[in-house]
């Protein structure tokens, strides 16, 4: 609710704004720019015994067909106040953290132009973390249905409140930019834990993020350092104070987020788009540099397409792996036991690959159709499907989807 009084306060200030501006006539200069985008999706999987979702969201999907999992609807409007200032806003319908649609301002930034290569930005930025970051959720902007989740599960925070500086400059054929951001990330969490619950977090968080484009090819690697803290994340607090009772006192202090952890997040990806033939691949680590529950984690996929006229068929593989833990058991620690079994299991990371085939069909200006049929094979820990059994889900789930993208 929070969220959606600060949605509609912008708003109601930037539609204030405008309108003061178009009884001054300003409009008809053009420098009101209102766009948007959304997809119209469903899909269904093969079984109910476990639910396949995206990251951070409440709900997934089971052997019923569902809406939620991919429909989103964005708008954003720019007002260019001058030749070197202008103010940015982007609010996203969604469907996160609950299992009811929810509105939040992904941006909300002013712009200042230094000159032809400099800028500077404050407020509300998405965080370049990740080679799409700032396109993640323009369904019409990507050639899957959605991000794998096997990469984007990795770091569920988007956005920042802050500032950046971004640098543009031509070598030649040689397109390089430049970012460096500064700020404070908060939002909520879905935690799958049991029935699931949801946390608040709060990040001071800083990064860089560098790229470069030559013909085709496009480069982009990322670096980011967060100090995470949550106060209220129930199954980590609830372990902690029963390691607490029997003894453990220092692992209860290192598992937990109230105090806030150190983390780092580095990617690398790459796409080419030559001829009609596309790939795009990206490689990630996630590392705690604090002793947190936490794992530290790989992630990768690839992806590969060409296209035949309007019709885009392509195929993907990705993965996510533990990469350990930065929390030493003591020596005393017991070998076996609920307990033992518990604190060892919430320090491995889950673990799942998947393929997936789909095409898109690019069937009018700015509307997309595409069809996808994804085989999710979860490992560890049931993988990255949520409300699983207590057990374990290893059986392969097959999820298959439509959506109409678009952008105006």
Request: proline share 4%; glycine share 10%.
């Amino acid at each position: 609710m929070k969220k959606q009084l600060l949605v509609a306060a912008v708003l109601s200030a930037f539609t204030a704004t405008v309108v003061t501006q178009a009884r001054a006539g300003v409009l008809d200069d053009g420098n009101l720019t209102i766009s948007g985008f959304g997809t119209l999706g469903v899909a269904k999987s093969n079984t109910d015994d476990a639910q396949f979702a995206r990251y951070n969201q409440a709900e997934g999907i089971g052997d019923k067909a569902r809406i939620g999992l991919d429909t989103n609807l964005g708008l954003q409007a720019t007002y260019k106040m001058n030749d070197w200032l202008s103010g940015t806003v982007q609010v996203l319908t969604r469907k996160s953290t609950s299992d009811s649609y929810s509105t939040d301002l992904t941006w909300g930034f002013l712009k200042a132009r230094v000159n032809d290569e400099v800028s500077v930005r404050v407020g509300r930025i998405v965080m370049p973390i990740f080679l799409i970051s700032d396109y993640q959720n323009v369904g019409y902007a990507n050639t899957m249905m959605r991000p794998p989740i096997e990469m984007y599960g990795q770091e569920p925070m988007e956005n920042a409140d802050g500032a950046d500086i971004n640098y543009q400059r031509a070598f030649g054929d040689f397109n390089f930019t430049g970012q460096a951001f500064v700020g404070r990330s908060r939002g909520k969490l879905f935690v799958p834990t049991g029935a699931g619950s949801v946390a608040n977090y709060r990040a001071p968080a800083a990064g860089i993020s560098l790229g470069g484009e030559y013909g085709p090819f496009t480069v982009r690697v990322g670096h980011a350092r967060a100090d995470l803290k949550i106060k209220d994340l129930a199954p980590i607090n609830s372990l902690g104070a029963t390691l607490r009772q029997v003894g453990f006192a220092q692992l209860a202090s290192d598992i937990n987020l109230t105090d806030g952890k150190k983390i780092a997040f580095t990617s690398l990806g790459a796409t080419m788009d030559w001829n009609n033939i596309l790939v795009q691949t990206e490689y990630a680590q996630r590392r705690a540099k604090d002793p947190v529950y936490i794992p530290d984690t790989n992630a990768w996929y690839f992806m590969t397409g060409y296209r035949f006229g309007k019709f885009l068929p392509y195929y993907s593989h990705a993965a996510t792996k533990d990469a350990g833990s930065s929390v030493n058991l003591p020596a005393n620690f017991p070998r076996a036991g609920v307990l033992s079994s518990t604190v060892r299991s919430t320090l491995t990371s889950a673990e799942q690959s998947s393929d997936l085939v789909g095409v898109r069909w690019d069937f009018a200006k700015s509307l997309a159709l595409k069809v996808q049929v994804d085989h999710v094979k979860p490992k560890t820990k049931s993988g990255m499907l949520i409300f699983a059994p207590a057990a374990g889900y290893r059986n392969s789930v097959t999820v298959v989807g439509a959506s109409l993208d678009f952008v105006f």
